[in-house]
Each structure stands twice: as structure tokens, then as C-alpha cells.
């Protein structure tokens, strides 16, 4: 127990300093089995956020060799990433400034996404967790 006043504020302190070093929460990637190949949609290396919302990779694998497909994310700057599979199918893309709702928010940058991809005239939508709690997209 500590009861000196000095030594309980080193010890406040020393948490609080404690609390902005600690490791940012890794989010989690989901993926979809789908008749365009398997789609994997999640937050870049677990952690990577951009100025205004989560970096997500997009990544296909046993898709369609050769083709050309299409990713789109939520938010106002996320837009749409075109990538060809190799031919194996296998292929991903980044999209950027991801956001949880497309109106942009206090809280956007924390729960989880939808983003859609496409390859042809079939299209699916794969849930990804993203993690920017400091990037309010709005």
C-alpha cells in the first residue's frame, strides 16, 4: 500500500505514462468463402490506421485466375481498388481511410466494416474489425 502523496502520484503518473505505450488492440480479419475464390478482408498488419479511418487489406485466394476484381470500403476517401488475380487466383489490394458507417462519426473508426468485392457479375460483402479509435472519419 502505498501512503506517501509523492509516491502515490509516481505511481499515478507512472501508469498513465504506463497506458500511452501500451500496444494498440489488433483487429481481428474475417473471411468469406465465396464462388469468387476466398475473401479475406482485414485491418493491414492488424493495427495500420490512416488519417481518417483503417488501412484494410483485401486478399483473394483460389479465386478466378487472371480476373480483374474490384474492392470498395466505407467512407468518403475509402473508395473502390481494382486488382488482377495471378493464375493461381491469388490476389489482394489495400484500401484506404476505411470507415464503419458511411456518414462518418465520433466513434467511427471502432467496430466493424463491410466491404464489398466483386469479380465479374458476382459480387459479396466481407465483414473486417477495425481499430482507429483516434480517427473519427468526419
Given at each position: 500500500?502505498?501512503?506517501?502523496?509523492?509516491?502515490?502520484?509516481?505511481?499515478?503518473?507512472?501508469?498513465?505514462l504506463a497506458a500511452i505505450f501500451v500496444a494498440p488492440v489488433a483487429?481481428?480479419?474475417?473471411?468469406?468463402?465465396?464462388?469468387?475464390?476466398?475473401?479475406?478482408?482485414?485491418?493491414?498488419?492488424?493495427?495500420?490506421?490512416?488519417?481518417?479511418?483503417?488501412?484494410?487489406?483485401?486478399?483473394?485466394?483460389?479465386?478466378?485466375?487472371?480476373?480483374?476484381?474490384?474492392?470498395?470500403?466505407?467512407?468518403?476517401?475509402?473508395?473502390?481498388?481494382?486488382?488482377?488475380?495471378?493464375?493461381?487466383?491469388?490476389?489482394?489490394?489495400?484500401?484506404?481511410?476505411?470507415?464503419?458507417h458511411p456518414e462518418g462519426g465520433v466513434t467511427d473508426g471502432v467496430?466493424?466494416?463491410?466491404?464489398?468485392?466483386?469479380?465479374?457479375?458476382?459480387?459479396?460483402?466481407?465483414?473486417?474489425?477495425?481499430?482507429?479509435p483516434g480517427q473519427k472519419g468526419g
Amino acid at each position: 500500500m502505498i501512503r506517501h502523496p509523492r509516491a502515490l502520484g509516481l505511481a499515478a503518473g507512472g501508469a498513465a505514462l504506463a497506458a500511452i505505450f501500451v500496444a494498440p488492440v489488433a483487429a481481428s480479419a474475417d473471411t468469406v468463402q465465396s464462388p469468387i475464390g476466398t475473401v479475406t478482408a482485414e485491418q493491414y498488419l492488424g493495427v495500420y490506421c490512416d488519417d481518417l479511418g483503417a488501412h484494410v487489406r483485401v486478399t483473394v485466394a483460389g479465386g478466378l485466375p487472371g480476373t480483374s476484381y474490384a474492392a470498395t470500403g466505407i467512407g468518403v476517401f475509402s473508395g473502390t481498388s481494382t486488382f488482377v488475380t495471378d493464375g493461381t487466383g491469388a490476389g489482394f489490394t489495400d484500401l484506404h481511410n476505411v470507415w464503419v458507417h458511411p456518414e462518418g462519426g465520433v466513434t467511427d473508426g471502432v467496430g466493424v466494416t463491410q466491404v464489398t468485392v466483386g469479380a465479374g457479375s458476382t459480387v459479396i460483402t466481407v465483414p473486417a474489425a477495425i481499430n482507429c479509435p483516434g480517427q473519427k472519419g468526419g
